[in-house]
């Protein structure tokens, strides 16, 4: 396999000093690839937001390594790691954390503005991944006219907008209800059978469930690393929830296909998604 | 991203949360307003006061005699005013007019009547001499003094009070009983403090003694210097010319001038005198302005800090979008940039727009440099306050900012 998208070499974060002491993650290790989809589950205080928060480049770790697609991310300066933000993470909060009071397609719009594009194809491109999640109708609407599932759907949209490397999601769907879950988990199976890079936290099983590989974290260790699914096939809990169209089509993932649709007219397409694509192929 | 595209983040950021941009500038406003609002109606009361004082006229004295109950030894006489008009002893002397004044003569014409609150009786170097000059009709002459004529100048109140529309030049107006000619009104004087300048009259100096004053003493004489310059040789001429008159000793008059029976007010002395009590009064409105200006900075302070406070969380976002720290400093700087110059400028045009209205019976009269010192003092403010906390959530971890409440 390629280079690795993420590559994490016992990682520690320690809080607090002499008897407040808290060792939220004390050495971990794992190695992520292009086109993986991970859950990381753990109770809370397993140290696993702690750990997301140093892999989107937003906390530091106390020791350890991170590479992200190759780069050491601890000998980065500010404007380095701005950029790195920038081009290869896609972050999604739980909290959505959209601008208030700006509408959908400008909080979409918004890391492209700092990535340097063009109004007009910031525009274009922020529509493009408002219509992948589905919200394409609701683009000037503001956060607070839409419900929690529709913010987080546009917090997804806000984070693949400009194709990262890595999309890593803290627990996306723990404000939502069900229905929502379903709606944001459905967005993210799909850009997971597109070829798109996946870490999310989470503390549902059934999310977990859905993903191509589980990591559980305890004590800020890591205690089993399970393969759900192959890496360069659709996630299980996608192949289910699309069995239905699965069949049409051998040479086609009915998600992938889904995705392709959608994006369909538009240069949205991923690269990632095509070259998983050939990838599969050749297997 | 450029230049063009943070400030239009700016414009937006300013625009999603009117009421609070509107509130801020508010703040701006009143500070700026406020300073410089209350230099200018310093500035303009010394400036009326000044004003007051130079309409006395700066080349003149007065005569006045200090001796109470007008006992005839200390009294001003005909007779020495006439001695002062002496090329010899008194070579800088323009003119003297004696004047004796009357308060409270009734006037009345065709039924109504007015109370003249000043009736003065003198010779026609007075309206050069006092600074009031005729604007309608023509002023007594020396002959109409010697005839002890019943000719008589009024003033813009009286002209209103008594000949509501109707010329008042040649009309008959009845004095305690006798009938004086208008002849002329005098041009309209700034008041001096409660009394109403224009409301007075002015008539031969005979006449009024006839029909007024009686024949004692003048009230006071008032000598006009040829040149503003010579106004101290004047004052000392005029010394010499009544000490000699009324029988004074040199060396008393000079040692203490309590002791003469008389007393010479120079018009520029008190000009004098009075600008430094102004200067006193605007130092002090100054102080008044700068603590205002503080209290605005304050203000400002306040809700810069607020308003960036409440933003780290934002700040965290775009942070965690990739956004560099300099554009979140520059989008900051800009929005805080907007707030003040917009402030100022309204807080400018607000103090502009007060300063055509009277304010506590005072004509407020703009200094300029407070204006600069207003806007530039709460420009910085602002961009400190409002540039500082910026700086301080861009320099955050972003999920330090994120987690901020």
């Known amino acids: ?150 913010q987080q759907r546009v917090a997804v949209a806000r984070a693949l907008v400009t194709e990262p490397a890595l999309l890593l999601a803290d627990e996306p769907t723990g404000n939502l209800d069900s229905k929502s879950t379903d709606d944001v988990l459905k967005v993210f199976d799909d850009l997971s059978a597109a070829g798109r890079t996946i870490v999310i936290i989470t503390h549902e099983n059934e999310v977990g469930a859905r993903a191509k590989r589980l990591v559980r974290l305890v004590d800020g260790a890591i205690v089993t690393d399970v393969r759900q699914s192959p890496i360069d096939l659709p996630p299980v809990g996608a192949a289910a929830a699309h069995a239905r169209v699965q069949a049409v089509a051998a040479g086609h993932v009915a998600a992938g296909h889904a995705v392709a649709v959608r994006a369909g007219g538009t240069t949205y397409g991923s690269p990632a998604g095509s070259e998983w694509n050939g990838g599969r192929h050749s297997s | ?161 008594l000949f509501p529309g109707v010329d008042p030049i040649d009309k008959q107006v009845t004095v305690s009983g006798a009938l004086f000619t208008v002849v002329g009104v005098l041009k309209e004087k700034s008041s001096t403090g409660f009394q109403d300048s224009n409301d007075t009259a002015v008539a031969p100096l005979t006449a009024v003694q006839q029909v007024l004053a009686g024949y004692g003493s003048l009230t006071s004489i008032i000598v006009e210097a040829k040149d503003p310059d010579k106004v101290d040789a004047v004052q000392s001429e005029v010394s010499t010319i009544l000490d000699q008159q009324l029988n004074v000793s040199s060396t008393s008059s000079s040692g203490n001038s309590n002791s003469t029976p008389y007393r010479i007010q120079n018009a520029s002395s008190l000009l004098e005198t009075q600008t430094e009590t102004a200067d006193t009064f605007t130092t002090l409105l100054g102080a008044v302005a700068a603590i205002s200006l503080l209290v605005g900075g304050i203000g400002i302070t306040n809700i810069m800090l607020v308003t960036v406070t409440e933003r780290t969380r934002e700040i965290g976002i775009r942070k965690a979008l990739g956004a560099p720290r300099r554009t979140i400093m520059t989008q900051f700087l800009i929005e805080a940039t907007l707030l003040s110059v917009l402030g100022g400028a309204l807080g400018v045009a607000a103090a502009l727009i007060g300063s055509h209205f009277t304010i506590v019976g005072v004509k407020p009269v703009i200094v300029p440099s407070s204006i600069g010192l207003a806007v530039g003092v709460s420009i910085a403010i602002g961009l400190f306050f409002g540039g500082l906390p910026a700086a301080r959530a861009a320099r955050l971890r972003p999920i330090d900012a994120l987690r901020y409440e």
Do not use: C
Not at chain 1, 50 to 63: K, Q, R, V, Y
Not at chain 1, 114 to 135: F, H, S
Not at chain 2, 53 to 69: D, P, Q, W
């Open chain 1, 1 to 150: 396999m390629s280079r690795p998208v993420l590559d994490v070499q016992d990682l520690k974060k320690i809080y607090g000093t002499g008897e407040a002491t808290v060792h939220a993650l004390r050495g971990v290790s794992m190695t992520v690839h292009r086109g993986d989809y991970v859950a990381i589950m753990g109770s809370s205080g397993s140290g696993k937001s702690t750990l997301m928060n140093i892999l989107g480049a937003l906390d530091i770790p106390t020791t350890g390594s991170y590479k992200l697609d190759g780069v050491e991310v601890g000998t980065l300066s500010d404007a380095q790691l701005a950029l790195a933000r920038n081009r290869l993470i896609g972050f999604i909060f739980q909290a959505f954390n959209l601008i208030p009071r700006t509408s959908a397609v400008a909080n979409v719009e918004l890391p492209l503005a700092y990535a340097g594009v063009k109004p007009t194809e910031r525009r274009r491109r922020a529509l493009a991944a408002l219509d992948i999640v589905g919200l394409a109708d609701r683009a000037d609407h503001e956060p607070n006219q839409l419900s929690g599932g529709q």
């Open chain 2, 1 to 161: 991203m450029n230049f063009f595209e943070v400030v239009r983040f700016s414009l937006r950021g300013l625009s999603a949360n009117k009421l609070r941009s509107a509130l801020t500038m508010l703040g701006i406003l009143i500070g700026v307003a406020a300073v410089i609002l209350l230099v200018a109606v310093g500035n303009g009361s010394a400036k009326a006061i000044s004003d007051r004082i130079e309409a006395l006229g700066t080349n003149t004295i007065t005569v006045m005699s200090t001796g109470r109950g007008g006992s005839s030894s200390t009294a001003l006489t005909k007779k020495m005013a006439d001695a002062l008009i002496d090329p010899e002893l008194a070579p800088d002397i323009k003119s003297v007019s004696p004047v004796v004044s009357a308060s409270s003569a009734t006037m009345t014409y065709e039924g109504s009547d007015h109370s003249v609150s000043t009736f003065v009786g003198t010779t026609p170097a007075w309206f050069a001499a006092s600074s009031t000059p005729v604007e309608k009709g023509a002023s007594f002459t020396e002959d109409d003094v010697n005839q002890g004529r019943r000719v008589v100048v009024i003033g813009q109140t009286v002209a209103e009070e």
